[in-house]
């Protein structure tokens, strides 16, 4: 043995360093593409039924105004109607011709009458409106509020 180490033989081949890292970055790519994809079916749908609540919504919003305002044009037209009828009335006959007539009529001690009606916007909502007339036919709102439609019964 003159001084040179012994040669072993090769069992194997050598990987090429470009392969290795070939087949490792494809997996990733893969895996990385797979998890987009799912991500962004996933904020697609998500999308779509927050889209769709806010359309039903939107409708619901939609139908409560339409209801409210016609009972608020109905409020206003049995206003004017009030309005025009304690014109043509004396004072000292107003109550009785009032409640005749079919109004809800209840007069105070300082002889105002208070008119009051109510205006149904839908089965669990209305809107009720008092009106005060004072002895020169003068008209006052003092309510005109929505509210429920529901009677408590008090125990």
């Known amino acids: 043995m003159s001084g040179s180490s012994p040669t072993y033989p090769q069992l194997r081949e050598p990987i090429p360093q470009a392969k290795a890292r070939t087949a490792v ?87 105002t009458l208070m008119v009051s009606e109510h205006f149904a916007i839908d089965r669990n909502r209305q809107i009720n409106a008092t009106v005060e007339i004072d002895a020169q036919g003068t008209l006052r709102v003092t309510r005109w509020q929505s509210g429920s439609s529901e009677v408590v019964a008090l125990p």
């Not at 990733?28 to 799912?38: C, F, N, Q, R």
């Not at 339409?66 to 006959?93: I, K, N």
């Not at 109550?95 to 109004?103: D, K, N, P, Q, R």
């Open 25 to 111: 970055g494809i997996g990733i790519t893969t895996l990385v593409t797979i998890m987009v994809v799912v991500l962004l079916t996933t904020f697609s749908v998500l999308a779509l039924v927050s889209a769709r609540s806010d359309l039903r919504l939107s409708l619901l919003t939609d139908t409560a105004m339409e209801t409210y305002y016609a009972a608020d044009a109905q409020g206003q037209r049995w206003l004017a109607e009030l309005d025009t009828f304690v014109g043509t009335t004396e004072a000292g006959d107003r109550a009785a011709i009032l409640t005749e007539a079919g109004y809800s009529v209840v007069t105070a001690d300082d002889g």
